[in-house]
Protein backbone atom coordinates (compact mmCIF):
# COMPACT_ATOMS: atom_id res chain seq x y z
CA UNK A 1 0.00 0.00 0.00
CA UNK A 2 0.70 3.70 -1.15
CA UNK A 3 0.85 4.77 2.47
CA UNK A 4 0.64 3.23 5.91
CA UNK A 5 -1.02 3.71 9.41
CA UNK A 6 1.67 4.09 12.71
CA UNK A 7 0.60 4.56 16.30
CA UNK A 8 -2.35 6.81 14.99
CA UNK A 9 -0.08 9.00 12.34
CA UNK A 10 -0.53 8.90 8.86
CA UNK A 11 2.18 8.65 6.73
CA UNK A 12 1.52 9.80 2.83
CA UNK A 13 4.27 8.12 0.36
CA UNK A 14 2.52 8.70 -3.04
CA UNK A 15 4.88 9.96 -5.45
CA UNK A 16 2.33 10.16 -8.07
CA UNK A 17 0.32 12.68 -9.99
CA UNK A 18 2.48 15.13 -8.36
CA UNK A 19 1.48 14.02 -4.69
CA UNK A 20 5.06 13.78 -4.27
CA UNK A 21 4.83 15.01 -0.51
CA UNK A 22 6.19 11.95 2.55
CA UNK A 23 5.30 13.60 5.74
CA UNK A 24 3.12 12.27 9.18
CA UNK A 25 -0.11 13.62 9.52
CA UNK A 26 -2.22 13.39 12.82
CA UNK A 27 -4.93 10.73 12.13
CA UNK A 28 -7.84 12.77 12.30
CA UNK A 29 -10.62 10.63 10.54
CA UNK A 30 -13.28 12.78 7.97
CA UNK A 31 -13.45 14.70 5.40
CA UNK A 32 -12.36 17.99 7.45
CA UNK A 33 -9.50 16.36 8.59
CA UNK A 34 -8.13 14.28 5.92
CA UNK A 35 -8.36 17.49 3.36
CA UNK A 36 -5.97 19.22 5.71
CA UNK A 37 -3.98 15.78 6.11
CA UNK A 38 -3.87 15.85 2.27
CA UNK A 39 -0.69 16.08 0.28
CA UNK A 40 -0.56 19.51 -0.41
CA UNK A 41 -0.05 18.92 -4.26
CA UNK A 42 -3.05 17.08 -4.09
CA UNK A 43 -5.29 19.95 -3.40
CA UNK A 44 -3.39 22.97 -5.12
CA UNK A 45 -5.82 25.77 -5.09
CA UNK A 46 -7.51 26.02 -8.52
CA UNK A 47 -7.21 22.51 -9.00
CA UNK A 48 -9.53 21.15 -5.88
CA UNK A 49 -13.18 20.45 -6.39
CA UNK A 50 -15.52 23.05 -4.43
CA UNK A 51 -18.32 20.57 -3.80
CA UNK A 52 -17.83 17.08 -2.39
CA UNK A 53 -19.27 14.65 0.15
CA UNK A 54 -18.69 16.37 3.53
CA UNK A 55 -18.56 14.05 6.67
CA UNK A 56 -19.22 14.64 9.66
CA UNK A 57 -17.98 11.82 12.13
CA UNK A 58 -19.95 12.60 14.90
CA UNK A 59 -23.19 12.01 13.90
CA UNK A 60 -22.20 8.40 12.02
CA UNK A 61 -24.14 6.08 14.13
CA UNK A 62 -22.43 2.96 11.80
CA UNK A 63 -25.91 2.16 10.26
CA UNK A 64 -24.26 1.61 6.71
CA UNK A 65 -27.31 2.49 5.29
CA UNK A 66 -24.87 4.87 3.10
CA UNK A 67 -23.20 1.61 1.64
CA UNK A 68 -26.32 0.04 1.00
CA UNK A 69 -27.61 2.56 -1.01
CA UNK A 70 -24.26 3.19 -3.31
CA UNK A 71 -24.68 -0.92 -3.87
CA UNK A 72 -28.07 -0.69 -4.38
CA UNK A 73 -27.74 2.35 -6.89
CA UNK A 74 -24.31 1.19 -8.95
CA UNK A 75 -24.87 -2.79 -8.86
CA UNK A 76 -28.80 -3.05 -8.03
CA UNK A 77 -27.70 -5.85 -5.22
CA UNK A 78 -28.42 -5.73 -1.35
CA UNK A 79 -24.90 -5.75 0.31
CA UNK A 80 -22.16 -3.22 1.28
CA UNK A 81 -19.14 -5.22 -0.14
CA UNK A 82 -19.24 -3.58 -3.20
CA UNK A 83 -20.15 0.03 -1.84
CA UNK A 84 -17.84 3.39 -2.67
CA UNK A 85 -17.65 4.39 1.08
CA UNK A 86 -17.09 2.67 3.93
CA UNK A 87 -17.66 2.68 7.44
CA UNK A 88 -14.44 2.46 9.80
CA UNK A 89 -15.23 1.57 13.67
CA UNK A 90 -13.14 2.28 16.61
CA UNK A 91 -13.53 -0.26 18.61
CA UNK A 92 -11.90 1.15 21.41
CA UNK A 93 -13.75 4.84 21.06
CA UNK A 94 -16.48 3.15 20.16
CA UNK A 95 -16.91 5.40 17.33
CA UNK A 96 -17.92 5.10 13.71
CA UNK A 97 -16.31 6.91 10.94
CA UNK A 98 -17.49 7.37 7.12
CA UNK A 99 -14.65 7.44 5.03
CA UNK A 100 -15.48 8.60 1.38
CA UNK A 101 -13.50 9.70 -1.97
CA UNK A 102 -11.21 13.28 -0.68
CA UNK A 103 -11.89 14.40 -4.38
CA UNK A 104 -8.17 15.15 -4.83
CA UNK A 105 -7.66 18.10 -6.65
CA UNK A 106 -4.85 16.47 -8.68
CA UNK A 107 -6.25 13.19 -8.43
CA UNK A 108 -2.73 9.91 -8.33
CA UNK A 109 -5.64 7.72 -9.18
CA UNK A 110 -6.41 9.62 -12.48
CA UNK A 111 -2.32 10.03 -12.99
CA UNK A 112 -1.90 6.83 -12.34
CA UNK A 113 -3.82 5.38 -15.48
CA UNK A 114 -1.78 4.03 -18.48
CA UNK A 115 -4.96 3.94 -20.59
CA UNK A 116 -6.93 6.83 -19.52
CA UNK A 117 -9.53 5.25 -18.46
CA UNK A 118 -10.26 7.71 -15.70
CA UNK A 119 -11.13 10.80 -16.30
CA UNK A 120 -12.23 14.21 -14.62
CA UNK A 121 -16.33 15.04 -15.35
CA UNK A 122 -16.93 18.28 -15.95
CA UNK A 123 -19.58 18.79 -14.13
CA UNK A 124 -19.04 17.32 -10.86
CA UNK A 125 -15.32 17.26 -10.66
CA UNK A 126 -15.58 13.72 -9.70
CA UNK A 127 -13.01 10.74 -11.08
CA UNK A 128 -15.20 8.47 -13.81
CA UNK A 129 -14.41 5.36 -15.53
CA UNK A 130 -14.25 4.65 -19.40
CA UNK A 131 -14.59 0.82 -18.59
CA UNK A 132 -13.87 -0.03 -22.59
CA UNK A 133 -10.39 0.67 -21.90
CA UNK A 134 -9.51 0.22 -18.20
CA UNK A 135 -7.23 -2.82 -18.27
CA UNK A 136 -7.73 -3.62 -14.34
CA UNK A 137 -4.22 -2.75 -13.82
CA UNK A 138 -4.69 -1.89 -10.46
CA UNK A 139 -2.21 1.31 -10.67
CA UNK A 140 -5.02 3.64 -9.74
CA UNK A 141 -5.59 1.28 -6.27
CA UNK A 142 -2.15 1.54 -5.34
CA UNK A 143 -2.19 5.24 -6.44
CA UNK A 144 -4.66 6.00 -3.94
CA UNK A 145 -3.26 7.15 -0.50
CA UNK A 146 -6.15 6.67 1.22
CA UNK A 147 -6.71 3.44 -0.07
CA UNK A 148 -9.95 4.17 -1.42
CA UNK A 149 -10.35 2.38 -4.99
CA UNK A 150 -10.71 -1.10 -5.09
CA UNK A 151 -11.30 -3.44 -7.83
CA UNK A 152 -15.22 -4.80 -8.69
CA UNK A 153 -14.98 -8.46 -7.48
CA UNK A 154 -16.75 -9.42 -10.80
CA UNK A 155 -16.47 -6.84 -13.61
CA UNK A 156 -12.63 -6.20 -12.32
CA UNK A 157 -13.51 -2.70 -12.69
CA UNK A 158 -12.05 0.03 -10.27
CA UNK A 159 -14.67 1.28 -7.72
CA UNK A 160 -14.12 4.56 -7.46
CA UNK A 161 -17.13 7.34 -6.28
CA UNK A 162 -18.78 8.93 -9.13
CA UNK A 163 -20.82 11.22 -7.26
CA UNK A 164 -23.87 9.70 -8.77
CA UNK A 165 -23.84 12.14 -10.90
CA UNK A 166 -23.81 15.24 -8.62
CA UNK A 167 -26.95 13.60 -6.46
CA UNK A 168 -25.24 10.83 -4.61
CA UNK A 169 -27.74 7.79 -3.16
CA UNK A 170 -25.64 7.66 -0.09
CA UNK A 171 -26.21 11.03 1.07
CA UNK A 172 -30.08 10.80 0.13
CA UNK A 173 -29.99 7.87 2.92
CA UNK A 174 -28.10 8.82 5.45
CA UNK A 175 -30.63 9.20 8.07
CA UNK A 176 -28.78 11.39 10.77
CA UNK A 177 -26.95 13.52 8.30
CA UNK A 178 -23.38 12.50 8.78
CA UNK A 179 -22.97 12.75 4.80
CA UNK A 180 -23.65 15.37 2.99
CA UNK A 181 -23.19 17.19 -0.21
CA UNK A 182 -21.77 20.44 -0.10
CA UNK A 183 -18.95 23.05 -0.44
CA UNK A 184 -15.85 21.09 0.67
CA UNK A 185 -13.71 24.18 1.11
CA UNK A 186 -15.55 25.74 3.92
CA UNK A 187 -16.17 22.20 5.35
CA UNK A 188 -12.22 21.96 5.64
CA UNK A 189 -12.18 25.11 7.86
CA UNK A 190 -14.82 23.92 10.48
CA UNK A 191 -12.51 22.98 13.54
CA UNK A 192 -12.97 19.24 14.05
CA UNK A 193 -14.93 17.20 17.24
CA UNK A 194 -12.57 16.96 20.21
CA UNK A 195 -13.08 13.30 20.06
CA UNK A 196 -11.57 13.22 16.87
CA UNK A 197 -8.34 15.04 17.08
CA UNK A 198 -6.57 12.26 18.11
CA UNK A 199 -8.28 8.80 18.40
CA UNK A 200 -5.63 5.57 17.77
CA UNK A 201 -6.62 3.71 14.63
CA UNK A 202 -3.77 1.33 14.87
CA UNK A 203 -6.49 -1.32 16.00
CA UNK A 204 -8.43 -2.35 12.22
CA UNK A 205 -8.32 -0.10 9.15
CA UNK A 206 -10.68 -2.53 6.72
CA UNK A 207 -10.14 -2.12 3.03
CA UNK A 208 -12.90 -0.97 0.95
CA UNK A 209 -15.73 -3.63 0.76
CA UNK A 210 -14.95 -4.81 4.15
CA UNK A 211 -17.66 -4.28 6.71
CA UNK A 212 -15.80 -2.80 10.08
Same mark, same amino acid.
Given at each position: ?53 ? #?? =? ?6 ? +? &????? !? $?? *? ?57 ? #?? =? ?6 ? +? &????? !? $?? *? ?60
Amino acid at each position: MPWYLRHGTLEFSAAIGGCDTAAPRTAAWGLRSSMRSLPDACHTPGLMPTKGIV #VR =DELCTGCR +A &CQVAC !V $AG *HDGLFGVFTARLRIIKNESLGLDHPQVCRSCGRAPCMASCVTKALYRDDTTSAVLLRAE #VC =DSCTACVE +A &CPFGM !V $AL *HPDTGLPLICDLCGGEPACVRRCPTGAISYGDLLAESERPPAMHLVTPNLASSRPRLGEDG
